[in-house]
Nanobody
Framework: QVQLVESGGGLVQPGGSLRLSCTTSGIYTEFYFMGWYRQAPGKQRELVANITSGVGTKYAEFVNGRFEISRDYARNTVYLQMNSLKPEDTAVYYC?????????WGQGTQVTVSS
């Protein structure tokens, strides 16, 4: 059974940092296209960043150099380091794994940026 479990969310002040983790089981993430998405209340889910089975990465424009996606093959884990957080980054952050027709999602972790 495939599972993606996000962790690391929470409440942080503007300008602060968080590191999200996506721990997987049931798949070998080295073959997967891994990504982080987010969904704010009343808005559509949107891509934050993704990383290929190699080391290629892509970021949404709003990231603007503040976030970094990375992966640990040995731990089957993908990370999202988020710095210089803004109130508009408040959302539920979801981990995603794609390989061919396979498309898996985690349950999400809440990130709230507020003073």
């Amino acid at each position: 059974q495939v599972q993606l479990v996000e962790s690391g969310g929470g409440l942080v002040q503007p300008g602060g940092s968080l590191r999200l983790s996506c721990t997987t089981s049931g798949i070998y993430t080295e073959f997967y296209f891994m990504g982080w998405y987010r969904q704010a209340p009343g808005k559509q889910r949107e891509l934050v960043a993704n990383i290929t089975s190699g080391v290629g990465t892509k970021y949404a424009e709003f990231v603007n150099g503040r976030f970094e996606i990375s992966r640990d093959y040995a731990r089957n884990t993908v990370y999202l380091q988020m710095n210089s957080l803004k109130p508009e980054d408040t959302a539920v952050y979801y981990c995603n794994a794609k390989y061919g027709v396979a498309n898996h999602w985690g349950q999400g972790t809440q990130v709230t940026v507020s003073s």
